[in-house]
């Protein structure tokens, strides 16, 4: 919570995402109020996985929830100093490489769906270049083939990272 507080106060930013909660609704409904946020929305990990948080302050963004699944939180923001509207999906993909393909799949169902710009955060649980994985085996070509397909079937892009690549 510290470590949050001290981000928030630091960035001052309109939305903050928290993936990998790993907390039960009773601790996120005591914890989420004292983040100081006017807003939040979460989504309970299932078993001993995930978890999403989304928190935000009403003033430069108006944000609404569009709809939560077990693994994303969709949420409509219009930023009003740029009279802008987008949609903000946070993302905590799953692991098991049994649900991926329905999960991206999915994915690939709501962007026929969405006629605002679109924009995807979180944990992908995927990697699109080998510089994104560190330690471990060497990944195959193989192993960036999800992440890159979805990209280029929805024509996005990813954006770099800035900061601390590895958490």
């Known amino acids: 919570m510290q470590e949050i507080k001290f981000l928030a106060r630091l960035h001052k930013p309109n939305m903050f995402f928290l993936l990998e ?4 609704e009773m601790n996120l409904l005591c914890i989420l109020p004292q983040l100081g946020f006017c807003h939040f929305d979460y989504v309970l990990p299932c078993n001993h996985s995930g978890g999403i948080a989304v928190l ?3 003033g ?3 944000a609404s929830v569009l709809s939560k699944e077990q693994r994303a939180i969709h ?9 802008q509207t987008v949609v903000i999906s ?5 692991a098991q490489l049994w649900f991926k393909d329905q999960f991206w799949d999915h994915l690939v169902e709501l962007n026929s769906v969405i006629d605002s710009p679109w924009c995807l955060v979180g944990d992908f649980n995927e ?3 080998p510089n994104e994985k560190k330690g471990g085996t060497t990944p195959t070509n193989s192993k960036f083939l999800r992440l890159n397909n979805f990209l280029d079937t929805i024509q996005a892009e990813s954006i770099p990272m800035d900061g601390r690549v590895f958490t």
């Open 21 to 24: 909660t790993m907390v039960n």
């Open 56 to 58: 935000w302050n009403s």
């Open 60 to 62: 430069d963004i108006l």
């Open 75 to 83: 949420m409509l923001v219009h930023a009003t100093t740029l009279a």
């Open 90 to 94: 946070s993302i905590y993909a799953p």
């Open 127 to 129: 990697i699109g270049a």
